[in-house]
């Protein structure tokens, strides 16, 4: 929801600071590997219960995340490049989740592994649909340039780096959050799934 509002702003020095690392030589697909060893080193720190160096570390692997697609705007976007951030995103957006778990399994396993599953809704709602939207070669740069179709929602990037930072300023709290922030998670899909049934059931319409 907030992504789109947030991109006009951050789009600009991102796609400066990315084009003067394309120039040194770094590739986009490295770009995504740092920003997913500072994801997981974010993990770490909060087995540690070093809160405040996992949001320096969560705050650097997502900068990283957005200089990924700078770079790859400025020396071209690549399929590969595209796969290899969503899978980044994905095992870094487990492993924040994870790390609480294991930090205290008793108090946050059953409201972690809600968070999970609903994570895993959310994200076969939105690769299922970038799935049909390609088939139908549906473009949209609402979000940016993407190799993947990009449906919006309720939740979006932004909102869930806001809880992970929520998360560690406040880790006494977990459990509730986990649980609320999931709920919204699993609404986000279910919006989703009216949208792509609204949108491909217009070629049964269409063959009548």
């Known amino acids: 929801m907030l992504d789109r509002h947030i991109r006009p702003l951050m ?107 609903s994570f895993y809704v959310n994200g076969g709602s939105f690769l299922g649909f970038s799935v049909l939207a390609e088939k139908k070669q549906m473009r949209s740069n609402a979000h940016g340039v993407k190799t993947l179709y990009f449906t919006g929602g309720l939740l979006e990037g932004t909102e869930t780096i806001l809880f992970f930072l929520l998360l560690c300023l406040l880790p006494h709290w977990f459990a509730p959050l986990a649980w609320g922030f999931g709920v919204l998670c699993l609404v986000t899909a279910s919006a989703r799934v009216m949208l792509a049934a609204k949108v491909f059931d217009n070629d049964k319409a269409a063959r009548k």
Do not use: Q
């Not at 770094?26 to 500072?38: M, R």
């Not at 720190?45 to 997502?62: Q, V």
């Open 11 to 117: 789009d600009p020095p991102l796609n400066r600071l990315g084009a003067i690392l394309a120039l040194s030589g770094v590739s986009a697909n490295a770009v995504s590997l740092i920003g997913l060893g500072f994801g997981l080193a974010a993990a770490g720190a909060i087995l540690a219960e070093a809160f405040w160096l996992a949001i320096l570390f969560i705050l650097a692997s997502r900068l990283a995340d957005g200089l990924d697609g700078a770079v790859a705007r400025a020396k071209g976007v690549t399929d590969f490049g595209g796969y290899l951030d969503i899978v980044c995103d994905f095992v870094f957006y487990s492993a924040i989740p994870l790390a609480f778990v294991m930090l205290d399994p008793a108090a946050h396993g059953v409201a972690g592994a809600f968070l999970l599953m």
